[in-house]
């Protein structure tokens, strides 16, 4: 569940199509943004070296 307000900004949810295991934790959101974005990923966050090599390849 995620309830967004986007005033002079935007939301985004990415939750891909992976789906969470059975009895796994839940996360629920509530996002109100007013003059700055949002940005909700599933996933870990890459590490310094894995982003420059996703740039290298890009």
């Known amino acids: 569940m995620a309830c967004a307000f986007a005033f002079m900004a935007g939301n985004t949810v990415e939750l891909g ?19 700055g974005g ?3 990923k599933r996933g870990r966050r890459l590490s310094r070296e894995q982003r420059r090599a996703v740039r290298r390849r890009d």
């Open 38 to 40: 949002t940005d909700v």
């Open 17 to 35: 199509p992976q789906r969470p295991d059975p009895g796994g934790p839940v996360l629920r959101l509530r996002l109100l943004t007013l003059a």
